[in-house]
């Protein structure tokens, strides 16, 4: 899946050790400040994110290169938060 919005990528929060207060938006927040800032819609870019409180899933439309990052990032996280 190449190419701009040609992919998305959920996931539940509680898999990544993180509290359910507003991890969503901080995550989101960290996210969009850390992967090529200049993409997401908020700053004139194609991508997007979204987060869901009622299922703590975030649904993401990036480049597939952003999509490595932000997985990358996730990784981290998770490693961080054990």
């Not at 908020?42 to 703590?56: D, H, K, L, V």
């Amino acid at each position: 899946m190449g190419g701009q919005g040609g992919g998305m990528m959920g996931g539940g929060m509680g898999g990544m050790g993180m509290q359910q207060r507003d991890t969503g938006e901080e995550l989101v927040d960290l996210i969009q400040t850390t992967v090529a800032p200049d993409s997401w819609e908020e700053n004139g870019g194609p991508g997007s994110i979204r987060f869901f409180r009622t299922n703590y899933s975030v649904i993401i439309r990036q480049t597939a290169e952003n999509h490595e990052e932000i997985a990358d990032v996730l990784r981290q996280l998770g490693r961080v938060n054990r």
